[in-house]
């Protein structure tokens, strides 16, 4: 597996998956009782299951926990393949039918939200619910099916090009710089770490070019991602500094199985900065179910 010299991100069980759509996929693991809750990062230049790290660790969360690295990130593989949304949401669902435990409850950060609505729609048998924390595809924006980005992709494999920019943005005061945007006090400095380390490993430009080139987000992912889902979601939110929610209200206006919980004084990784709230908002949500 690509990436062996990145250490763990956290202390947990470390499983290998083999997939259909993915050769080699590392998911960190913590047993439990009840339905399993499927953890998935965020989307960004040096993204990694390190994001999700507080539900192992500042939580007395009772139900298993898999949280993997997804392809391209972290220390699963990065091979130089298409990185797409609509690869990512069959990665989910072929997580989830690994995992063979029935209907699973996922909880994705930012644009992962969207390809775990995807993957919902795609395979509604698979999934029990969905807890999208500050969720992409929200914000007032035009509506653009060009091609645009597949064209700004092109220009970001250029040799030198792209790898000029990716030097950059790779860099601790540039990771620092992304990732101090989320925390009002700062973020913490082993996080800004294990970034850095995962920007350093092989094939890690890969996936988030695709990020940069916006090949990850839906033209319009309230009506073709958001509204159609029929089972129960809910939203973990208050600011962030790199979206907003527009038409969120809307959406859980006009729609019974969507529940919206504000997080305050967080700007969109709540489980860093009120894992406390975090956490009951989650069990709050998932003991309804039962």
């Given at each position: 597996?690509?990436?062996?010299?990145?250490?763990?991100?956290?202390?947990?069980?470390?499983?290998?998956?083999?997939?259909?759509?993915?050769?080699?996929?590392?998911?960190?693991?913590?047993?439990?009782s009840g339905p399993?809750?499927?953890?998935?990062?965020?989307?960004?230049?040096?993204?990694?299951?390190?994001?999700?790290?507080?539900?192992?660790?500042?939580?007395?969360?009772?139900?298993?926990?898999?949280?993997?690295?997804?392809?391209?990130?972290?220390?699963?593989?990065?091979?130089?393949?298409?990185?797409?949304?609509?690869?990512?949401?069959?990665?989910?669902?072929?997580?989830?039918?690994?995992?063979?435990?029935?209907?699973?409850?996922?909880?994705?950060?930012?644009?992962?939200?969207?390809?775990?609505?995807?993957?919902?729609?795609?395979?509604?048998?698979?999934?029990?619910?969905?807890?999208?924390?500050?969720?992409?595809?929200?914000?007032?924006?035009?509506?653009?099916?060009?091609?645009?980005?597949?064209?700004?992709?092109?220009?970001?494999?250029?040799?030198?090009?792209?790898?000029?920019?990716?030097?950059?943005?790779?860099?601790?005061?540039?990771?620092?710089?992304?990732?101090?945007k989320a925390f009002?006090?700062?973020?913490?400095?082993?996080?800004?770490?294990?970034?850095?380390?995962?920007?350093?490993?092989?094939?890690?430009?890969?996936?988030?070019?695709?990020?940069?080139?916006?090949?990850?987000?839906?033209?319009?992912?309230?009506?073709?991602?958001?509204?159609?889902?029929?089972?129960?979601?809910?939203?973990?939110?208050?600011?962030?500094?790199?979206?907003?929610?527009?038409?969120?209200?809307?959406?859980?206006?006009?729609?019974?199985?969507?529940?919206?919980?504000?997080?305050?004084?967080?700007?969109?990784?709540?489980?860093?900065?009120?894992?406390?709230?975090?956490?009951?908002?989650?069990?709050?949500?998932?003991?309804?179910?039962?």
């Amino acid at each position: 597996m690509e990436g062996q010299s990145l250490p763990a991100a956290f202390d947990a069980e470390e499983v290998p998956w083999a997939l259909p759509s993915s050769p080699s996929v590392l998911c960190y693991h913590r047993p439990g009782s009840g339905p399993p809750l499927l953890l998935l990062h965020s989307m960004n230049a040096a993204a990694s299951a390190f994001e999700v790290k507080p539900f192992f660790e500042d939580m007395a969360l009772s139900m298993p926990l898999y949280a993997p690295d997804l392809p391209g990130f972290g220390r699963s593989e990065r091979s130089d393949r298409v990185y797409s949304p609509e690869f990512y949401a069959r990665v989910i669902i072929d997580m989830v039918e690994t995992m063979d435990l029935g209907p699973v409850d996922v909880l994705a950060l930012s644009t992962t939200s969207e390809f775990a609505a995807r993957a919902a729609l795609e395979a509604p048998e698979l999934f029990r619910s969905l807890t999208l924390v500050s969720p992409t595809g929200f914000m007032r924006r035009r509506e653009s099916r060009s091609r645009a980005p597949e064209r700004v992709h092109r220009v970001l494999r250029l040799p030198l090009l792209g790898a000029g920019l990716f030097r950059v943005l790779r860099t601790k005061p540039s990771i620092r710089f992304f990732l101090d945007k989320a925390f009002a006090g700062g973020a913490p400095e082993d996080m800004v770490d294990y970034a850095w380390a995962c920007a350093a490993q092989p094939g890690a430009s890969y996936a988030p070019f695709y990020f940069l080139s916006t090949q990850f987000f839906a033209p319009d992912a309230v009506g073709d991602l958001y509204e159609p889902l029929r089972l129960p979601v809910q939203v973990l939110y208050d600011k962030d500094p790199n979206i907003s929610f527009d038409y969120l209200d809307d959406v859980a206006r006009d729609h019974d199985n969507w529940q919206l919980t504000r997080i305050p004084d967080t700007l969109g990784l709540p489980q860093f900065e009120a894992p406390a709230q975090t956490q009951a908002a989650l069990e709050s949500f998932l003991g309804q179910l039962s």
